[in-house]
């Protein structure tokens, strides 16, 4: 279960980049994940290459194709946006289910025995877990110094007030467009190596809404913005998802959405900011008047 909460984190923390951080909440990214886990399997499929060599391949196609989703979808704001990339990715889920090059509706799968170490098809999850690992811990060092950075400025600037931040000369298209690539593009990652320790892809697994949705809960329960938000809110979310699949089988899936929905309304309403939220020092309260006027007075 350990791989399984860092891959979510993976996932999240790549959505956090645009949507905590520039506050564009995108409930598309999937077309992104689904990308990355196709092209993975592709270049086994029909070149008999290593799934991990689609990696950079579905890194590259996301940041073209973020691009051109970017340029008009980003002048929306709110939920047009988010509406705008629901659509996106529907679209996309679609076509890949009628496409035989993507093995349609069936999906493909990688290599079923190992090949050579490069395949990454391992006996046990633990090789993954310290991949999986070393790849968060670049991804968040990467957010951390993005968050120090001109870029992570203006971001934060971008997502308190557009039009203030426009009047302060910030170019808020083209930094919001910065983020948008750079999350599709990790999340194309956590995609391919989703498809390395898995095996297979098909369009629900790959584009379906729900992997779009996760993002969004994992980083908002734990804080979307915040550094470690997304861990924290995969930390709890994975571990809730894996029991009630395990103790309600193919019922399960459908009370995921139940319990996403609640958590989605739970923390709009008590938590904006997310869990870790709870745990920043609150300012000091000022002093009374009366205080104050009495400290004059001596």
Same mark, same amino acid.
């Given at each position: 279960m350990g791989a399984l909460v860092l891959l979510a984190a993976i996932g999240a923390s790549a959505w956090n980049i645009v949507g905590g951080y520039a506050g564009q909440v995108s409930v598309g990214h999937a077309v992104f994940f689904g990308f990355g886990a196709y092209a993975a399997v592709v270049v086994y499929t029909h070149l008999g290459w290593p799934p991990i060599a689609g990696a950079p391949l579905g890194m590259l196609l996301s940041v073209i194709l973020a691009a051109v #989703?970017?340029?008009?979808?980003?002048?929306?704001?709110?939920? !047009?946006?988010s509406m705008a990339t629901i659509a996106v990715g529907e679209l996309v889920r679609v076509l890949s289910s009628t496409s035989d090059f993507l093995g349609g509706a069936q999906g493909l799968g990688g290599p079923a025995m190992p090949r050579s170490v490069f395949d990454l098809s391992f006996l046990s999850a633990t090789p993954f877990y310290y991949i999986f690992l070393a790849v968060l811990a670049f991804l968040l060092g990467l957010t951390w110094w993005i968050e120090r950075a001109r870029m992570g400025f203006y971001l934060r600037a971008i997502k308190d007030s557009e039009r203030a931040a426009r009047a302060l000369g910030v170019s808020s298209g083209r930094y919001k467009l910065y983020a948008y690539m750079l999350s599709g593009a990790f999340t194309s990652l956590a995609g391919s190596l989703y498809l390395c320790m898995f095996g297979f892809v098909d369009p629900e697994s790959g584009f379906g809404i729900l992997i779009s949705v996760k993002m969004v809960v994992m980083a908002a329960l734990g804080?979307?913005?915040?550094?470690?938000?997304p861990l924290v809110g995969a930390l709890i979310l994975v571990p809730l998802e894996e029991l009630?699949?395990? !103790?309600?089988?193919?019922?399960?899936?459908?009370?995921?959405?139940?319990? !996403?929905?609640? #958590?989605?309304?739970?923390?709009?309403?008590?938590?904006?900011?997310?869990?870790?939220?709870?745990f920043r020092p609150r300012p000091s309260k000022p002093a009374p008047k009366s205080e104050i006027a009495s400290g004059h007075a001596d």
């Open positions: #989703i970017g340029v008009p979808t980003l002048r929306l704001s709110g939920h !047009y946006f804080g979307a913005g915040n550094l470690f938000g009630s699949n395990s !103790y309600l089988g193919g019922r399960g899936a459908g009370l995921t959405f139940v319990v !996403y929905g609640a #958590i989605i309304v739970i923390i709009a309403r008590f938590l904006p900011s997310g869990l870790l939220s709870l």
